[in-house]
């Protein structure tokens, strides 16, 4: 059963947005660098550009070197797909959405950490959930 990836679109400039996904992936060969990608729930933050008032979005390569932020995160590995563990990642992601959004933007070590904390359900710091309240 299909479900959908995205979980939540944030505009971060007047020509940019800014998507977050959860998903499980099966595993396998990563074709950007040959890597093997485990079996599990991922996090993924992809920048694309779109124009105001437009539907159409381009993901340029490239951008995510400019852009803090961007890229995936295996939040739980999984021997077997479980939906509950899917939903759960999805309804944290829901939840703390622009906490997630901020850190993203910021994109150095520590926020990374954070995010990670919110993803696998850790306690939430307290400059985190000030910001989502926000």
Known sequence: MATER??????????????LDVY??????????????PKGIFF???????EIGSIWKTLKVGIGQKTPGVGYILVVPLKNYRPKALREVRARVLEHAMAIHA????????SMEKLKAILT?????????AEASA
Do not use: W
């Open 6 to 19: 995205l979980v939540h679109t944030h505009r971060i400039s007047d020509t940019h947005i800014r998507e």
């Open 24 to 37: 499980y992936d099966k595993g396998g060969m990563n074709y950007f660098d040959y890597s093997t990608k």
């Open 103 to 110: 850190l993203c933007a910021v994109g150095d070590a520590e």
């Open 44 to 50: 993924s933050s992809t920048v694309y550009e779109q």
């Open 121 to 129: 359900g850790a306690e939430v710091p307290v400059a985190v959930s």
